[in-house]
């Protein structure tokens, strides 16, 4: 992208909001009829979810004469539904702007929140999320619900085959003739969509001692892709794929069909998200749902960190070209307010990016993993110009093993270098 729209000029009269401010409960002045376009794959923001309708009657009665829009895009259709609107100048007021965030704010495209908000609102989210979508500095991006990774573990059919959790990857790997001979699949999930195996492989480079954030940035002197970390996680991917751990055939398994070997009980682990107990709870098996545990993922070593994916998979941006900025960022500072984020954290039960808001999740699953974002914390989300593609390529062949992870390393950093000199 070469975009270079300047955001300096656009917020230069726009004053920081005061967290006091942010959180009042104000009604805003009225204004004429005016559509604010709000699109994210969430799909429980939409009219109909009682706490997403909740959310947005409140904003539009503080705010006489504004309608939300709510724009429900599938996932795996909206990174090319948000590339399509950024060829064409027509980004929506406020979106996720998931891995495009940091071109995307670095073209001036998007509202830098640091020219908007103060510290102490800063300070209401956990570190790693809010992290994930800050560039030189600069938040282009507020965590909507933050996210980490585990094992979630069918207990009956771990005590069948005489087994528990591995604590490393070794034991895994050694464990899995076992559950295989017992007709099981040791570790069930997709990569179909191919996101999934980043979130899976990136936290294991900080395993190996590498720095994902620092890989991604590619601007250190003689920090390379191409480098040993990077070699030796994908060299366990290789082995975790050829010792028959995850499914066969899972670079055209999705989502939900992962989802259904561990809920038809095919499946002795199953590999997944914090939001995931959630999704669970509405449409899981009655035998996965009275057996299921979650587990930190293994480590190389007994006493090595389970590092896992620290970060958000959504959040959200303004356009820094709307013409409804302003309301905008007024839409944002109504929907963190803690009064509104804990309904909003209430429903949809998973890991809630305001440290403020963990007392609303019932779960005890994702109340489990809430800690390990402080403890175990790795970069899992790519955001550099040509990162997310050459990593989820290279991902997808040492899964199916038509690469080497010599190879797989070195064709990361090919393919990123020239991508960066665009």
């Not at 959180?23 to 997403?52: D, I, K, N």
């Not at 954030?213 to 892709?225: F, M």
């Not at 994908?234 to 398994?253: H, T, W």
């Not at 007392?359 to 809430?370: A, F, G, H």
Request: some cysteine; overall charge negative; aromatic content about 12%.
């Amino acid at each position: 992208m070469r975009m270079r729209t300047k955001l300096r000029s656009a917020l230069a009269g726009l004053a920081p909001i005061a967290a006091a401010a942010v959180f009042a409960a104000a009604v805003y002045p009225a204004q004429a009829a005016t559509t604010l376009h709000v699109m994210s794959w969430q799909p429980a923001y939409v009219a109909g979810t009682p706490y997403w309708d909740k959310t947005v009657a409140g904003f539009e009665a503080e705010n006489p004469g504004v309608k939300v829009e709510s724009n429900f895009v599938a996932f795996s259709q909206y990174l090319p539904t948000l590339t399509a609107m950024i060829a064409s100048g027509s980004l929506p007021d406020v979106f996720n702007g998931g891995t495009k965030t940091g071109e995307l704010g670095r073209a001036g495209l998007l509202v830098n929140f640091k020219d908007v908000f103060d510290n102490a609102f800063f300070e209401r989210f956990f570190t790693g999320p809010l992290r994930q979508y800050t560039f030189d500095g600069k938040p282009y991006g507020l965590a909507d619900m933050a996210q980490d990774f585990g094992v979630f573990a069918n207990d009956r059919i771990m005590k069948e085959v005489g087994l528990t959790v591995p604590n490393t990857w070794d034991e895994l790997i050694a464990d899995a003739p076992k559950f295989k001979a017992a007709g099981y699949i040791p570790l069930a999930w997709g990569n179909l969509t191919r996101n999934t195996c980043p979130d899976f492989f990136l936290p294991l480079i900080a395993q190996y001692g590498g720095d994902v954030y620092a890989l991604d940035d590619h601007t250190a002197p003689g920090l390379s892709w191409d480098s040993k970390p990077v070699i030796d996680a994908l060299g366990l991917l290789e082995r975790l794929a050829k010792s028959g751990v995850f499914p066969a055939g899972i670079n055209g398994i999705d989502d939900p069909q992962s989802y259904q070997l561990a809920y038809q009980g095919r499946a002795a682990m199953f590999y997944g998200g914090s939001w995931t107990p959630a999704i669970f709870q509405h449409d899981g098996s009655k035998d996965w749902l009275d057996n299921y545990s979650v587990h930190k993922v293994p480590a190389v070593t007994p006493d090595a960190v389970h590092y896992t994916g620290d970060g958000a998979g959504e959040a959200w941006s303004v356009s820094a070209n709307s013409p409804n900025k302003d309301l905008a960022v007024k839409f944002i500072a109504y929907i963190f307010r803690p009064d509104v984020y804990n309904w909003r954290a209430k429903g949809l039960q998973s890991f809630p990016a305001l440290k403020s808001a963990v007392d609303q999740i019932d779960n005890p699953k994702v109340r489990t993993m809430i800690p390990w974002i402080n403890t175990d914390a790795a970069d899992h989300i790519l955001f550099g110009p040509g990162s997310w593609d050459s990593v989820s390529n290279v991902c997808q062949s040492a899964l199916d093993g038509s690469i080497s992870p010599e190879d797989g390393a070195k064709k990361i950093e090919v393919d990123v270098t020239p991508a960066r000199k665009k």
